[in-house]
């Protein structure tokens, strides 16, 4: 199994866009990206706009290479509606998208699909994924049930992904942001994962949006993960990194980490990268690089 991490909140763009390829089949899990439309009162800077552009080049790239595309929910930074003609003769598996969703994400799901059944070549097969498991030679793609976005129903629900190819396996979690509750990391310790993508707790709303007991229950979580699974790698990013002090906020898994021989990484290390999360910079990027402040919505900035 080869896996390629391809954007990330550490990478400067808001995604999780990831690839993975085995003997079977070649698979690109959320392939969107966007940025904050508003963050310190500021709209993205003009560098945060080009990096996001960059990296949906990348994401696009491997959309056409791949056999199988998976959205796990109908957030733009892990789909982008403007280029359903991508998905032409793609396997798509969706989260459903008039069960266990929000209002908003309903929408976006319906305008979705109608998108997808005006093109001229429609994809392959388009397959709601909530809780099937699908075959493909000897890969197996098993799917969770629809979680919670998150603490709560409020930004809707999400799926996790499980790969397994005989040889190795890998887990993709989605925006559990944590995993704060029991359904979510209950699917990562059944799976049993060697490498897993997490999108870590969101500090940087800790005591407003993000209480201090889904910390607390997501640093339980973690470490539980760690000592029971061991897994090889455990990737975290997206919401954790918009955090500036987000490493501290998780000295403990670190700790715990490193006593189980478990490899903590981002995105952007993953990558033999320096981690640059742009939106945490913002105040500095336009002091030193003066910009007209254009607001947009996340629709806009869409690539």
Not at 59 to 87: C, G, Q, R, S
Not at 184 to 208: R, S
Not at 225 to 252: A, M, S
Request: aromatic residues 8%; contains cysteine; positive net charge.
């Amino acid at each position: 199994m080869k896996i390629k991490l391809l954007a990330s909140d550490s990478l400067g763009v808001r995604s999780m866009a990831t690839f993975i390829e085995t003997k079977d089949v070649k698979i690109i899990i959320d392939p969107g990206c966007n940025l904050a439309p508003n963050k310190y009162g500021l709209p993205p800077h003009p560098k945060e706009i080009e990096l996001l552009k960059n990296y949906w080049k990348v994401i696009e790239k491997h959309i056409k290479m791949a056999d199988v595309v998976i959205i796990t929910h109908y957030h733009y930074d892990h789909y982008n509606p403007k280029h359903v003609e991508l998905f032409k003769e793609k396997i798509l598996l969706i989260k459903h998208p008039s069960q266990n969703i929000n209002q908003s994400q309903k929408k976006r799901a319906k305008d979705f699909l109608n998108a997808l059944n005006s093109l001229k070549s429609l994809p392959r097969k388009i397959e709601f994924a909530d809780s099937k498991t699908f075959n493909f030679g000897k890969t197996k793609i098993i799917i969770s049930k629809a979680l919670p976005h998150g603490i709560s129903n409020k930004l809707g629900y999400l799926l996790e992904v499980f790969i397994n190819d005989g040889k190795s396996n890998f887990l993709f979690s989605s925006d559990v942001e944590g995993p704060a509750l029991k359904e979510q990391i209950d699917f990562m310790l059944k799976a049993k994962p060697e490498f897993v993508v997490i999108d870590g707790p969101m500090t940087g709303m800790l005591g407003y949006r993000y209480p201090e007991s889904a910390l607390k229950a997501s640093i339980k979580n973690l470490i539980n993960l760690i000592k029971k699974v061991k897994p090889k790698v455990v990737v975290i990013d997206h919401h954790l990194l918009r955090d500036k002090h987000w490493k501290e906020r998780l000295n403990d898994v670190f700790k715990e980490a490193e006593r189980n021989k478990v490899k903590i990484l981002t995105f952007a290390e993953f990558n033999g990268k320096a981690i640059n999360v742009l939106e945490t910079k913002r105040k500095e990027l336009f002091k030193q690089f003066p910009a007209e402040k254009k607001k947009l919505t996340s629709y806009d900035l869409l690539p």
